[in-house]
């Protein structure tokens, strides 16, 4: 709630506050969902605020089919209807695990027209929930012929983020109910890790609208932060309980577009699920900072990342190389905050950052626990 009271206090376009305040409003109340049909109502509602769209539909990926579970738009679509996947734009996304981004319908072939014309719209924005085997569909239509900006996709995709992880929630608590022998104590733990999704989002909203310089940098920075948060909590999924890889967490914060240019190496690691988030959010923010300020900057700049364990301890450490000079900001944004404090105190350990001349250096120390532990090689 405080970060929704911020974004209305602060001076922007109304149109503007009001994308930003349906985008943190939507992640809160997905989080608090506990059936499919309320996750559809929190989409529905919301989600055309967040787009800035003439209408959103729900699309449930059923066998064979993709149903149309609920909608909310300037005129009726096609709420209650089922379509064979492979005859609908909804379901070129599913098996293709794609957004589609179609400015004009009537010359994109992928879309049944017919099925279209009796319809306002004129132009989509189709995008999977859950890139890898998806499960649903969002689908937010215009009734103009349009491009749609980068800003734009990147909100539909934090949406459909954020209603996989809803989802599967959703799955999760269905999947407890069925155990009756542990289902209280599961329930608790699952309840526990949404209330700290929950925080985590309401932490990341409030701390990058106080440190953004613009609506653009609040816009890219919180949109950032948002998929990487996402994208740590994919991998915790996948891990299935049996902790999270370092090297792997150190590669989903990375991101594909700076892999190239990092080197990382280090032995076996396991992390428990919250300081594998943790590591993926920080590692985030380092290469957002180098691509902004440090050695990604320059072409030829490059980044190591390496860890070792001595006498029972991680030792890990982010060092820039051949980059320019920087110097420590005034602002204690949330990168720091993520930096100096979260991450240390998840693996009760301690850091240190230091503004070198080739670029920012970063070392961790922590002793081996319940969140870092060795792991022999296979």
């Given at each position: 709630m405080a970060a929704l009271l911020d974004i209305m206090a602060d001076e922007r376009p109304p149109a503007e506050k009001a994308q930003l305040v349906a985008l943190v409003e939507i992640i809160e109340r997905l989080s608090a969902a506990r059936t499919?049909?309320?996750?559809?109502?929190?989409v529905r509602r919301v989600a055309r605020r967040a787009c800035g769209a003439d209408g959103v539909t729900v699309v449930l990926r059923e066998a064979d089919e993709c149903r149309y579970v609920d909608e909310d738009a300037i005129g009726p679509l096609w709420k209650g209807r089922r379509f064979p996947i492979d005859r609908c734009i909804s379901?070129?996304?599913?098996?293709?695990?794609?957004?589609?981004?179609?400015?004009d319908i009537y010359r994109d072939p992928r879309v049944p027209h017919e099925a279209y014309r009796p319809t306002?719209?004129?132009?989509?924005?189709?995008?999977?929930?859950?890139?890898?085997?998806?499960?649903?569909?969002i689908g937010a239509y215009w009734a103009e012929a349009?491009?749609?900006?980068?800003?734009?996709?990147?909100?539909?995709?934090?949406?459909?983020?954020?209603?996989?992880?809803?989802?599967?929630?959703?799955?999760?608590?269905?999947?407890?109910?069925?155990?009756?022998?542990?289902r209280d104590g599961l329930i608790r733990e699952l309840d526990h890790r949404v209330k700290n999704n929950l925080a985590s989002v309401r932490a990341i909203a409030q701390q990058t609208l106080r440190s953004a310089t613009s609506p653009d940098s609040f816009t890219r920075s919180f949109n950032g932060r948002l998929l990487a948060l996402a994208r740590a909590h994919e991998l915790v999924a996948r891990a299935k309980g049996d902790g999270v890889g370092l090297k792997e967490a150190v590669l989903e914060g990375l991101g594909d577009d700076v892999a190239g240019r990092v080197r990382v190496e280090g032995p076996q690691v396991r992390l428990s699920p919250e300081t594998a988030v943790n590591v993926v959010l920080a590692l985030h923010e380092l290469v957002a900072n180098a691509l902004a300020h440090g050695a990604l900057l320059a072409p030829e700049g490059r980044v190591a990342v390496s860890w070792s364990m001595h006498d029972g301890r991680l030792e890990l450490s982010w060092r820039e190389l051949d980059g320019r000079p920087v110097q420590a900001s005034g602002r204690q944004g949330f990168g720091l905050r993520m930096l100096r404090a979260a991450l240390p105190r998840s693996l009760a350990g301690a850091a240190d950052l230091e503004f070198a001349e080739e670029g920012l250096r970063y070392r961790i120390s922590a002793p081996l626990s319940a969140a870092v532990r060795a792991e022999a090689p296979h």
């Open positions: 499919a049909e309320d996750v559809a109502a929190v379901g070129w996304v599913m098996l293709n695990g794609q957004t589609a981004v179609i400015p306002f719209v004129n132009s989509l924005v189709m995008t999977p929930v859950r890139p890898e085997a998806p499960i649903a569909a349009r491009e749609f900006s980068a800003e734009e996709l990147a909100t539909l995709e934090v949406v459909a983020r954020a209603t996989a992880t809803a989802l599967e929630n959703v799955r999760l608590i269905g999947s407890l109910n069925e155990a009756l022998a542990q």
